[in-house]
Every structure is written in C-alpha cells, then in structure tokens.
Antibody, heavy 126, light 107 residues
Framework: QVQLVQSGAEVKKPGASVKVSCQASGYTFTTFGINWVRQAPGQGLQWMGWISAYNGDTNYAQKFQGRVTMTTDTSASTVYMELRSLRSDDTAVYYC???????????????????WGQGTLVTVSS | EIVLTQSPATLSLSPGERATLSCRASQSVSNYLAWYQQKPGQAPRLLIYDASNRAAGIPARFSGSGSGTDFTLTISSLEPEDFAVYSCQQRRIWPPTFGQGTRLEIK
C-alpha cells in the first residue's frame, strides 16, 4: 500500500535550521508530487509548498519563500523539507502528503492530499 | 488567498445522530473542495474530494455537497470512531487553503 514515512521529532534553537525527510513506498515515486503541510499546536493546517518528484520543480507558499527548500532523492524515494531561521512560532507538526492524482492528471496548480505521512514534531525553543 | 470559515467550531452529538458540518469560502471555489478527518495524534485523512466524491475506503455514511461558496459534510449516523476534527480545503485558487476545523465531540 502507499505509505509515507517521516523522520523523527526534532528540537532546535531559534535561528537554526531543520531538515525533515519523507520516504515514499508502494507506488512509482516519480509519478506524483509531494506537499508539505504544518499544524501548530491547537491550530489549523497550513500548506507550505509542493515538489514534483519527477523533476524537482517546486511551488512555495509566499509566507515561506526564502526560508524553505524542498528537494528530492529519487534513488531513495525520499523528499526533504528544510526550514531555516527557525522561530518559536515554527513549532508545529510537519506533514508530508502526496498529491492524490499523478502528475500527468493534475488539472490545477494544486491537488488533493492523499495519503499523509505520520507527521514530525519540530520544537523551536531556546 | 481564499479564507475558509467552518461552523460550528464544536459540535456535540451522540452516536447514531446525524452530523451536519459547514464550510464557507470567501469567494467561489466551484466544486474544488475537500474534507479531511483528523483524530488526536494522527495525520489527516482525505474523506471527500471535488465536494461530493468519497475517497477510497470511506464509508457511505459520509457525504459531501455544495458548490461555489457553501459546502456541507454530512455524517448520516454517527459511529464512535467518527468523533474527530474535520477540516475543509480548497484548491481552486492558489495557494491551497484549509478551514480552521470543526471538532465533533461526544455529547
């Protein structure tokens, strides 16, 4: 079955960077895009950006432009999300989520998110 | 960006009752709306996409309706496992955005 497995929890100091991984299995990795969505404690979901696992094209939310980088390693079927210059309000659970539709069938600039990884808690604290 | 407003924030019902959750968009999203279910400590799960299509493996008691700016998620007869947080999401206008969620709790 399709599965996304994320790296473990991280604790970082303000100003540091964090890199979270998301390893996919159960499908042909390069035929779908992957999104990153975060959820601060007690808050709603916030879309951060998207990467094509086929060619590495990215779309980032304006809020994170210049501070986030998403990359892929096709040999490992893994997507990475690096967030820099961390602040306390970056404390959140970070999820990766695959596009529901393969790249060739995407009809708009974004897709539905299905399935999701289990989430990675990133805590930013001095 | 499009703002999605969900109501009510919390809904208290008993198993077997019918649940009706609302999601309103700040401008038309046509039928490009989805619903997700999230249980404590778990990732969200896609329930409904394109406003009314059930995702794979989702029971028939879940249904979605609406178009334009007003959408509804209905759970026809609540099972104990249905008590969770439900969020709507639109993808008509980039960037994709989510509502703040409705917490469905046991009365």
């Amino acid at each position: 079955q399709v599965q996304l497995v994320q790296s473990g929890a991280e604790v970082k100091k303000p100003g540091a960077s964090v890199k979270v991984s998301c390893q996919a299995s159960g499908y042909t990795f390069t035929t779908f895009g992957i999104n990153w969505v975060r959820q601060a404690p007690g808050q709603g979901l916030q879309w951060m950006g998207w990467i094509s696992a086929y060619n590495g094209d990215t779309n980032y939310a304006q809020k994170f432009q210049g501070r986030v980088t998403m990359t892929t390693d096709t040999s490992a079927s893994t997507v990475y999300m690096e967030l820099r210059s961390l602040r306390s309000d970056d404390t959140a659970v970070y999820y990766c989520a695959r596009d529901r539709n393969p790249l060739e069938l995407r009809s708009l600039r974004s897709d539905w998110f299905d399935p999701w990884g289990q989430g990675t808690l990133v805590t930013v604290s001095s | 960006e499009i703002v999605l407003t969900q109501s009510p924030a919390t809904l208290s019902l008993s198993p077997g009752e019918r649940a009706t959750l609302s999601c309103r968009a700040s401008q038309s999203v046509s039928n490009y709306l989805a619903w997700y279910q999230q249980k404590p400590g778990q990732a969200p799960r896609l329930l409904i996409y394109d406003a009314s299509n059930r995702a794979a493996g989702i029971p028939a008691r879940f249904s979605g309706s609406g178009s334009g700016t007003d959408f509804t998620l209905t759970i026809s007869s609540l099972e104990p496992e249905d008590f969770a947080v439900y969020s709507c999401q639109q993808r008509r206008i980039w960037p994709p955005t989510f509502g703040q969620g409705t917490r469905l709790e046991i009365k």
